[in-house]
C-alpha cells in the first residue's frame, strides 16, 4: 500500500507542472517528466523516496520537508 501512496503523491506533483498529467504507468512517454526540474513532495505521509522520481532526469530540486522519518 506504501508504494501507491507514493505513486500517488508522485503524480500530484507532476501534474501541479503539466496539467494533461493522468498518472504514472511504466508505458508512460516521458515527454513530460523529461521537463520537470522541481517537484514538491512536501508534507506527505513518505517513508522513501517514490521510484517514479529517478524517470525525472532533469530535476534539480526535491522538497521532503514533512515528510515522516523513521
Known amino acids: 500500500m506504501q508504494i ?18 493522468k498518472v504514472y504507468n511504466h508505458y508512460n512517454k516521458n515527454e513530460i517528466l523529461d521537463k520537470i526540474d ?14 517514479e522520481v529517478t524517470k525525472c532526469q532533469n530535476l534539480k530540486h526535491i522538497n521532503l520537508i514533512g515528510n515522516k522519518r523513521y
Not at 4 to 21: L, P, Q
Not at 41 to 50: G, H, I, M, V, Y
Request: proline content about 3%; cysteine-free; charged content about 45%.
Open 4 to 21: 501507491k501512496v507514493e505513486t500517488s503523491m508522485f503524480d500530484k506533483a507532476v501534474k501541479e507542472h503539466d496539467k494533461e498529467w
Open 38 to 51: 522541481r517537484l514538491d513532495l512536501s508534507d506527505n505521509a513518505l517513508l522513501r523516496l517514490p521510484k
